[in-house]
């Protein structure tokens, strides 16, 4: 079975595909210090737990945080004995193109993102996830990865006010029965959620602009539901996109390269 590990800025999830479904799925706090023996303890827990026998005999790993890496890599030898597919090291084989300008590092999820896209959706797709940040991951008709749009996240640009302003308090987003908010956090909560709704339209609207065609928008992260839930925003949500673009690169190297076991 397969061990696919996302870690973004603030989470990291943790998933077990047995070739054909997700057998279960765990969240945890993103911390780089976190030992490859912390990781063990934690996830052979809560296997235990919910009774789930999985002889995990691969690992892939898309990460955000460099650091965490090495643990992660550590967790994989130590514990499951096999070298762990990193996405964006060199030896992971992509089956898209990457066409963007020489040196840039694309954040892995992104490109995770846009394999996962292209495999359930085709060509001339824009991927959005609302994660730590927001991200437009904007595919080409061949598949190919062509580049995008990094905005601040919805929750780090309410955290970002709270920081920022004395007066105004850590706020959770939610969708505010009114654009003219008669309290501070309905103000806020106005200004974040109905100025992010612009923000996705205009962008959206450019990119398709820019390429001079019709794309479908796709999105995936926990909020992207609570803006459906309003405005016509996007054509599809998948819930867990970046994992199923894990499975798929996971796929292709085992098809493709050398052997990843030890
Ligand atoms: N209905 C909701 N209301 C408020 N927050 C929500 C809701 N659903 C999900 N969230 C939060 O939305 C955030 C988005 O989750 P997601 O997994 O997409 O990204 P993340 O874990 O925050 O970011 P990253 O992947 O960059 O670490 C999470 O912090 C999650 O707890
Ligand atoms: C933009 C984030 C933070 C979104 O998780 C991540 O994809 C990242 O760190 N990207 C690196 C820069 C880039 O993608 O161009
Ligand atoms: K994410």
């Not at 992971?92 to 359930?120: E, Q, S």
Request: net charge negative; hydrophobic share 40%.
């Amino acid at each position: 079975m397969l061990l696919a590990i996302d870690c973004g800025n603030t989470n990291t999830v943790f998933s077990i595909w047995d070739g054909t479904a997700f057998v279960a799925t765990w969240r945890t706090a993103t911390e780089w210090q976190r030992t490859a023996d912390q990781y063990y303890v934690w996830l052979s827990t809560l296997m235990e737990f919910q009774g789930i026998e999985a002889d995990i005999t691969d690992v892939i790993v898309s990460s955000t945080v460099p650091r965490v890496v090495f643990n992660l890599r550590v967790l994989s030898d130590r514990y499951f004995n096999t070298r762990p597919i990193v996405v964006g090291r060199p030896d992971c084989l992509l089956p898209v193109d990457v066409r963007v300008d020489a040196g840039t590092a694309v954040g892995p999820d992104r490109l995770v993102n846009t394999v996962a896209g292209y495999d359930k959706y085709g060509g001339d797709i824009i991927v959005v996830d609302f994660g730590t940040a927001t991200t437009f991951d904007v595919v080409e008709e061949d598949g190919a990865y062509v580049g995008g749009v990094i905005a601040p996240g919805v929750n780090l640009s309410l955290e970002a006010l709270h920081q920022a302003a004395a007066a105004l308090p850590h706020v959770d987003i939610s969708k505010p029965q009114r654009v003219v908010g008669t309290n501070t956090v309905a103000c806020m909560q106005s200004g974040v959620f109905w100025g992010y709704v612009g923000l996705v339209k205009e962008i959206c609207a450019r990119i398709k602009g820019e390429r001079d065609r019709d794309m479908r928008v796709i999105s995936t992260g926990g909020l992207a539901p609570l803006f459906q839930q309003s405005v016509d925003l996007f054509d599809a949500y998948e819930d867990d996109l970046t994992m199923h673009g894990l499975t798929v690169i996971h796929k292709h190297n085992k098809e493709n390269s050398i052997s990843h076991e030890r």
